[in-house]
């Protein structure tokens, strides 16, 4: 007895030390659900997510001996609740009561198990050749969150009291895991999100930015950046106030998620202030260079502002070697205060008028002069 009491203890712990390492939510439930059918000896393991707003058990991962017809990560993998009513019975009005939520074990037999006999689970088991199955719900914050199912083939021990009560225990470490992995998620989601658009920020930019030049220096991938400047912005704070200002940055922000979703993979940026950014890895410059001068066309008919200054640099352009994430973006800067400096309403591309002897490109790599207020300082 002693035996399995230390087992189940090292699988607590392995199952929590495998959730604690997991860095996004589908990698925490998928090592759950691994490391929970690995603890009760199961041959089959799936965690499913209670979906209130539409009524059903949504799976979201199955580890394990897969039968016809499931997937480790389904797409539409869902039951409605109405065919589980333990679980708005059962597992829910008895926790509301002060209950607590215990896993209770289920065969391909008559319907005499330990808890809520469900036809539905037992013609479930039948078909997919398993003989038993334990499940426990995962309560989250004191509510109900979802649940745990773990199965064995036809012809393996059934589970047994022991078992489920086991389950439950494995089932509270779960939550606890999912929890710790909502709130890093959530904490990492604030550290790379602008506020007041709900773009990415700075900081997300400058992690992106060094990941796709080390692909370039690397494989050569076309890496673009194009750099937005907002006219007209003060003049809306100035004489309608801050918040209609605001107002002008959530709109601009929303027409520039909408051209950096044509090409795929674009990370749309607010850079601060009045200034925001495109990122891509992958599409031509010319893709680019198009995309940048619909951004223009469809910035002009906002109706607040004055347009917006587009400036553009891209590896696949005669702009030299970009060996930091710092050059790329005072070329992209240099080409943006031309376009500013000239009114242009359409974006300027560095090295498209002469390669590496391009104004711009030579005004993005010359001296960085002592600040003045005839220019801004490009980017350090």
Known sequence: MTGEGDDRLRAVVA???????????????????????????????????????????KVLVNVGALAEGETEYPERESYPVHEFPEIVGFLHEQWAGGGQPN?????????????????????????????CCVVAPIVLHGR???ELYVARSAGEPVFTRADADFATVLAAVTAAGIAQ??????ARRLAFTDALTGLANRRAVDMRLDEALERHRRDGAVVSLVVCDLNGLKRVN??????VGDRL??????????????????????LGGDEFCLLTEGPSADEVAKVAGELCDRAAELELGEGVAVGVASTGDPIGPVRSARRLFRLADAAQYRAK?????????????????????????????????????FRR
């Open 144 to 146: 109900a969150w979802g």
């Open 238 to 243: 100035d004489s309608r106030g801050h918040a």
């Open 103 to 131: 896993a209770w074990v289920e065969t391909a037999g008559d319907g005499t198990d330990d808890g809520p006999y469900n036809h539905q689970r037992v013609a479930a088991l039948r078909r997919r050749g398993r003989g």
């Open 249 to 270: 940055l959530e709109r601009f922000g929303s027409v520039l998620s909408l051209c950096g979703a044509i090409l795929p993979g674009t990370l749309a940026a607010r």
């Open 181 to 186: 992995t909502e709130r890093l998620a959530e």
């Open 15 to 57: 199952l929590a030390q495998a959730m604690a390492a997991a860095h996004t939510p589908r990698e925490s439930v998928r090592a759950a659900a691994e490391g929970v059918r690995a603890a009760l000896g199961g041959s089959f393991a799936a965690i499913s997510a209670w979906e209130r707003e539409l009524g059903q058990l």
């Open 341 to 377: 400096g000239a009114g242009s309403r359409a974006p300027v591309v560095a090295g498209r008028d002469g390669g590496t002897g391009d104004p711009v490109v030579r005004l993005a790599d010359a001296p960085e002069p002592a600040p003045s207020t005839e220019r801004r300082r």
